[in-house]
């Protein structure tokens, strides 16, 4: 009687479901193919496969003539980056993307190091919050209430004036490299609201690589002498820098190819991204696109090149 109600459960067991679970765990790399196939499949063909071709796309012609793109290989797209007006674009953008990562840092820093070291219970799930919570909004609402903001007669023209501060603020906009009638229309007025779009990807990176520095450190360099601010310089910050360089992967590289922004806030001048989009939207130049593209591909490859010695994927 016993055997006949275990028959089923027996046949159950052996069935081909059961076969293929016993195949996969004697063979672990199978099932690990198996497990990878698929998404490596999609990244392949639909993100390496495109970008692979808009690449191959930068070494074809445009004729400026008929406006037309012929796939005759040549590197003119390429030697026209270095044409004055090209280039300028690429150093304002990459002078952009590293006064962000910069920035973001020294503001980041003490607000990570201050959720690790600091904040307790309930504080430190209202600082997880707060940093998150501007990611939830929409980034095009984020970037148009800046315009408001940075607007003359909006919330920073109104503070200055009460704090009495807008001679200050008048001087500043007047020197060459920050140039605009007001913070709307100003480099500095474009630089803080990259800044604080990317602070978050700034601050969590920080944060947990803060949290793998052991307490016992400090302590031991309290106790043998050491200064606060010797601490930090020794200890502190070399245990804590890759996670400042990992940050510093997302502020560069979304600096580097956002053109929402620069469209939105501060003066005319071009960046990588808002040329990439005028010359394949409105002049239909694909090929010299292409390679404005090429651009932040290299530099970005570059930087994870240096940021993988400095240990920065480890505080990822």
Request: no cysteine; glycine share 6%.
């Amino acid at each position: 009687m016993s055997y006949a109600l275990d028959k089923p459960k027996t046949a159950q067991r052996q069935g081909p479901l059961a076969a293929l679970a016993r195949l996969l765990y004697r063979r672990p790399t199978l099932y690990l193919v198996l497990l990878l196939t698929p998404p490596l499949l999609w990244f392949g063909a639909v993100y390496l496969g495109s970008l692979l071709t808009l690449l191959a796309q930068s070494f074809f012609t445009f004729d400026d003539f008929t406006m037309n793109v012929t796939p005759e290989w040549t590197l003119a797209n390429y030697r026209a980056l270095f044409d004055l007006a090209n280039l300028d674009v690429v150093l304002r953008t990459l002078s952009m993307a590293v006064s962000v990562s910069l920035a973001s840092a020294v503001i980041a820093f003490p607000i990570a190091y201050y959720m690790v070291r600091y904040a307790r219970g309930w504080q430190k799930g209202f600082f997880y919050i707060a940093v998150m919570l501007p990611m939830w909004a929409s980034y095009i609402v984020k970037a148009y209430s800046w315009t408001v903001i940075l607007a003359k007669g909006g919330i920073l023209y109104w503070v200055f004036g009460a704090l009495g501060l807008k001679p200050l603020l008048t001087a500043l906009l007047a020197l060459p490299m920050v140039g605009g009638n007001s913070l709307s229309t100003s480099n500095l007025g474009r630089f803080l609201v990259f800044t604080y779009i990317w602070l978050p990807f700034m601050i969590l990176p920080i944060q947990a690589a803060l949290e793998r520095v052991p307490v016992s450190l400090t302590q031991a360099s309290a106790d043998l002498g050491a200064t606060p601010a010797q601490t930090f310089r020794h200890v502190i910050l070399p245990l804590a820098f890759p996670g400042v360089v990992a940050g510093s992967i997302f502020t560069f590289s979304l600096t580097l190819g956002d053109y929402i922004i620069p469209q939105l806030i501060g003066p005319s001048g071009l960046f990588i991204g808002t040329m990439v989009y005028t010359l394949q939207g409105s002049i239909g130049n694909i090929p010299m696109a292409a390679a404005f593209t090429a651009v932040p591909v290299v530099i970005i490859a570059v930087y994870l090149s240096i940021a993988k010695r400095l240990g920065a994927f480890d505080a990822l």
